[in-house]
Every structure is written in structure tokens, then in C-alpha cells.
């Protein structure tokens, strides 16, 4: 079973930064590919972020890209979103997500946190 539990979210002025926090629990987080996902409302959850196991690779929404940066401290069982330049646009609930099967597919999710940017 794995945990996760997200922090970091807020109220922001356009142009400012957030950095939001996934803890984990679960002695293989290690392993787990992690991601990052945003639901604002009244519109469909979204891919944001992924980082795979070792930090080496990720990969980004096209409407975050060169403002946003997912990393993980695997001593800490953490991963980070390091939200800069954010919009009113990025305004949404934000969710980490992990992969642990390795069949591509989040099998376990945070409760999430709030992210407003004000215009």
C-alpha cells in the first residue's frame, strides 16, 4: 500500500512561484514513476509532469514546459513541482500520482492541493 500526501499549494499573485511537495510512504518508492496531475474546475484532470524512477527522465504538458520542473529526493521519498511564472490559468487542484506496476498506469493518488493564481 502506498500513501501520498501533497503540500505546498496556496494562493499566488501572477508571476510568482509555489513549489509543491508529494510525500510517500512505501519501503519501494525508489521504483515508483511519479507524476504529477492538475484538475481545475470544471474540467477534466490533466497530465502535468513525470519523472520515472531514477530523476533521469521526464516529461512535461506543453502548457507548463520551461515554467514548471518535477524532481525527487528518493532518500526522502519526495517528489517536487517547482512552479514558476505560474497564470491564472494554472489555477487547479494538484494531484501526485504513482506508478508502482510498472503497466503505465497511476495506481495510487494523493488527496491533492489547492494552487490559486490571482491576475
Known amino acids: 500500500q502506498v500513501q501520498l500526501v501533497e503540500s505546498g499549494g496556496g494562493l499566488v499573485q501572477a508571476g510568482g512561484s509555489l513549489r509543491l511537495s508529494c510525500a510517500a510512504s512505501g519501503r519501494t518508492f525508489s521504483r515508483y514513476t511519479m507524476g504529477w496531475f492538475r484538475q481545475a474546475p470544471g474540467k477534466e484532470r490533466e497530465f502535468v509532469a513525470v519523472?520515472?524512477?531514477?530523476?533521469?527522465?521526464?516529461n512535461y504538458a506543453n502548457s507548463v514546459k520551461g515554467r514548471f520542473t518535477i524532481s525527487r529526493d528518493n532518500a526522502k521519498k519526495t517528489v517536487y513541482l517547482q512552479m514558476n511564472s505560474l497564470k491564472p490559468e494554472d489555477t487547479a487542484v494538484y494531484y501526485c500520482a504513482a506508478e508502482t506496476d510498472g503497466l503505465g498506469t497511476y495506481d495510487y493518488w494523493g488527496q491533492g492541493t489547492q494552487v490559486t493564481v490571482s491576475s
Open positions: 519523472i520515472s524512477w531514477r530523476g533521469g527522465t521526464t
